[in-house]
T-cell receptor, first 117, second 115 residues
């Protein structure tokens, strides 16, 4: 089946630094990808929709200048957490829509665990 | 707007028995899809089952079945013959129909299978 990868799987950084997370569709093209955030023992919350060739769409309350999204190609979307702070520590996970028209499974990457010291 | 409610923060089930995880939803979309995902401690989201709002029959996938009651806006997951490996967090989600779906997730149910 279709596979979505994320890199890195985990990252620890100092407060004030920026961190880039990559989301790749390995064997299919994705014009749209979704970025979610999950705090410990909580649910996944949609942060933004990444669109190839156009600007990302951010959910209410998500700072677009802090969470920069670039959909560089049909197989790659990146999320950059700028000037990270401890409250940005979370599990970030991306997803891509079904590969085939009419397909139902939404594919998720394995996630990236970010810890900001 | 969409909302998913999972009222069971935690559930216990004996190995080999069946268990039902509750999910109710609210959506303004006329056509929508309901999803169940399993999230083990590793964090990966494992797709289990899907139900379309216009599907006449309840979805089944191996040991998983979805008890879909549209009028009650209910989409409960039934796991039959529970296994120790089923212990995980389970999320119900709703999304619009179509090829590009952003999902709204419930708060999840932590299932523990007892030997």
């Amino acid at each position: 089946g279709a596979v979505v990868s994320q890199h890195p799987s985990w990252v620890i950084c100092k407060s004030g630094t920026s961190v880039k997370i990559e989301c790749r569709s390995l064997d299919f093209q994705a014009t749209t990808m979704f970025w979610y955030r999950q705090f410990p023992k909580q649910s996944l919350m949609l942060m933004a929709t990444s669109n190839e060739g156009s600007k990302a769409t951010y959910e209410q309350g998500v700072e677009k200048d802090k969470f920069l999204i670039n959909h560089a190609s049909l197989t790659l979307s990146t999320l950059t957490v700028t000037s990270a702070h401890p409250e940005d520590s979370s599990f970030y996970i991306c997803s891509a829509p079904p590969v085939l028209a009419g397909g139902n499974e939404q594919f998720f990457g394995p996630g990236t665990r970010l810890t900001v010291l | 707007a969409q909302k998913i409610t999972q009222t069971q923060p935690g559930m216990f089930v004996q190995e080999k028995e069946a268990v039902t995880l509750d999910c109710t939803y609210d959506t303004s979309d006329p056509s929508y899809g309901l999803f169940w995902y399993k999230q083990p401690s590793s964090g990966e989201m494992i797709f289990l089952i899907y139900q379309g709002s216009y599907d006449q029959q309840n979805a089944t996938e191996g040991r998983y079945s979805l008890n879909f009651q549209k009028a009650r806006k209910s989409a409960n997951l039934v796991i039959s013959a529970s296994q120790l490996g089923d212990s995980a967090m389970y999320f119900c989600a709703v999304g619009p129909s179509g090829s590009a779906r952003q999902l709204t997730f419930g708060s999840g149910t932590q299932l523990t299978v007892l030997p």
